[in-house]
């Protein structure tokens, strides 16, 4: 059987994925001039699509492309069929021209499992596959209520999926030239996601995220009762702006919670660590090894990999690891889960430490061909090979030396440090925080110290969904 997680960034039901990518699909196709079931090009590039659509018998509703466009408020809606971003063009070209990358992208669409629903449309080739990359590069994440919300925010996971457990997506994922021009890619729609134009998906309206259901759900990941609560209750934000005051996509996501939503327990006992994030409890892990099979199924995890071959390896042998996961909705701020200085940070950018470009897409390959979520079963795996941000931190007594590892996984991936060495911290100081893909986190200890789980509610730790700030390990010194 394969490993299964507490949570997840994609819906468990393929089917909501597969409508999710059948119908930007459709839209990629017709963007780029092309009809969206029989593929074929109906279009050059610069052509107004209501003349094109016209004149093809095709019957769409064209306002459907709004914000796959750069169009304002007051603007006049006019859409035109795009040639790709040179970025994407470079992408694709490079496919072409390498034999190995060429052979990947070729293969694992024959080796992925054909969608369900044989009426919708599905992605054909890496020309599909480069269109819809385009096509999202100028689309910020919208909401979608229930499930449908978790793969509309991770759009660019959700379109690869379906290809990243199969050994030839494996070998496309891993490779440094590919991730290298996903890396491009990435940047690029980093570019628009720190934008004024990302805004034109912060409205109150049908997949807004102010909409009634948008902002009730961000209350209630954050621990909120939507019944009782309101998201201004909840979050730093000036409900008078007709974004909050949000000016960007990028600064909805890393929205900060008022102090009282993430006040820290037991903020001054040492032995009491905290959680640095709001996140899901995926495993708690003892006896740590230097070195050792972390891409085997029920993966155990590897020091030297995680760490990046730090010279502070050796301090953490025989020790400690906790990691959770955080959901799309969630707090993307990370905060100190002790007190004590910070010794050292590092930035990794993945499996070709120190140099990038990351990986994005890598999984530990398994059986289940039904569960297109693998990278979120992959959790010890993504720990050893994705962009990792390594906050070494000399905590009060009896915690000693310990880590805070943050992952950032899929699209951006971007993992901000704002500390510096020698900082002295409190519990509950700001260490950074993740921008846009998905993301977990590891803090990890010494051996020496007996590390307890902490109840929650009366449930088991693992498996918990926690605030950041709550109490969830105790520790103590075995001397």
Known sequence: ??????????????????????????????????????????????????TV??????????????????????????????ALDPIVQEFQDYIEREGVVYAAFNEMFEQAPPPQNEDQEKIEDYVDLMEMIDTNLTTAPSFGEGVSAMVAAVPYYGIISRFCNTPAGYNAFTHPGVNERFCRVFTAWHDYLTSAASTNVIHDGEDGWL????????VQSAG????????????????????????SYDELFVR?????????????????????????????????QRTDRFWIKNT????NHILAEDDLVDT?????????????????????????????TRLISGATHPNPPPTYYAACLDDDHTDLDVVSRSQDFVTAISTRALIFIQADEPVGLMCFVGVG??????????????????????LGAFHFGGSTHCLIFRPGLTVTPVDQDGNDLVGSKVRVGKDILTVASQN
């Open 409 to 430: 996984l899929g699209e951006v991936s971007t993992c901000n440090t704002v500390v510096r060495e020698g900082q002295v911290l409190k519990k509950g100081d700001e």
């Open 300 to 303: 155990p995890y590897s020091l």
């Open 316 to 344: 953490f042998v025989n020790g400690t690891l906790i990691q959770a996961m955080l959901g799309s909705l969630d707090y993307h701020r990370w905060r100190s889960p002790v007190s004590g200085t910070v010794v050292k």
């Open 224 to 247: 909120g009762n939507p019944e009782q609560d309101t998201f201004d209750n909840f979050f730093i934000c000036d409900t008078s702006d007709p974004h909050y005051g949000f000016k």
């Open 53 to 82: 659509t016209s004149r093809a018998g095709i019957k769409f509703d064209l306002g459907c492309l709004r914000h796959h466009y750069r169009i304002t408020i007051g603007q006049e809606q006019v859409y035109t069929v795009r």
């Open 211 to 218: 909409s009634t259901a948008a902002l009730n759900a961000m």
């Open 256 to 288: 900060e919670l008022k102090a009282n939503h993430r006040a820290v327990i037991f903020p001054d006992d040492p032995a009491i660590v905290n959680s640095a994030c709001s996140s899901t409890v995926h495993k708690l892990y003892y006896n740590l």
């Open 1 to 50: 059987m394969p490993q299964t997680t507490v949570c997840r960034w994609l819906p468990q039901d393929p089917a909501i994925i597969e409508a999710f990518v059948s119908n930007l699909l459709v839209h990629s196709r017709i963007i780029h001039g092309r009809n969206p079931r029989t593929r074929e090009r109906i279009a050059n590039v610069g052509e107004n699509l209501e």
